[in-house]
């Protein structure tokens, strides 16, 4: 046994070509790296009651409000204004609230929309949530008012509402970004034979 020697494993070049662990490796990589990237578009698709942050941390008497709209970016038809409510100092929610979600052009054309958040319209119970289709495109103020017995007081951002177009999909981002990917993993496969 003194003599022998163990076959050492190599990562042999030839031009562009690799060996067959050095193309398993990269193979894996590609899959884990297509793995996380679908987590990633999925993730944002399975967490309700968030999205765009548009105000943090807004004293209201008492009270601290965040509020955030989903989906990004807006279309006419639906949108989702989530109100989190904390007491000030951030360490518990807010509880037996009266807000009110207001929308309106800032063109001027059509009337105020106007829908109540409620804990019930939302998802995740830390939020009050208001669901409701703003009508059309352009530029809107939201303003959020907000009633309770420790304060009131109201906050306003504005929003683009827009159709989402082709790239507003997130599978047709999802496949355009793994598609090298899949490209380069295909081209490995292919001169490692």
């Not at 967490?47 to 941390?57: C, E, S």
Request: aromatic residues 6%.
């Amino acid at each position: 046994m003194r003599g022998k020697t163990r076959p050492r494993m190599r990562l042999r070049m030839r031009g562009s070509r690799l060996s067959g662990c050095a193309a398993r490796s990269s193979g894996a990589l590609i899959g884990v790296g297509a793995i996380s990237c679908l987590h990633m578009a999925v993730q944002g698709t399975l967490w309700a009651d968030g999205g765009t942050l548009r105000v943090a941390n807004v004293p209201m008497g008492a009270y601290r409000v965040s509020v955030f709209t989903d989906p990004t970016p807006i279309p006419p038809d639906s949108i989702d204004v989530s109100v989190l409510v904390t007491l000030e100092g951030g360490r518990a929610l807010a509880e037996g609230l009266e807000i009110e979600v207001v929308g309106r052009r800032l063109d001027g054309t059509g009337g105020e929309v106007r829908h109540p958040a409620t804990r019930d319209q939302a998802e995740d119970s830390r939020y009050y949530a208001a669901k409701f289709a703003l009508g059309s495109e352009g530029l809107w103020e939201i303003r959020v008012r907000l009633r309770g017995p420790k304060g009131e007081g109201e906050t306003v951002f504005q929003v683009t509402v827009q159709e989402a177009g082709l790239l507003g999909n997130p599978y047709l981002i999802l496949t355009l970004a793994l598609l090298p990917l899949l490209l380069v993993g295909w081209w490995l496969r292919r001169t490692s034979a």
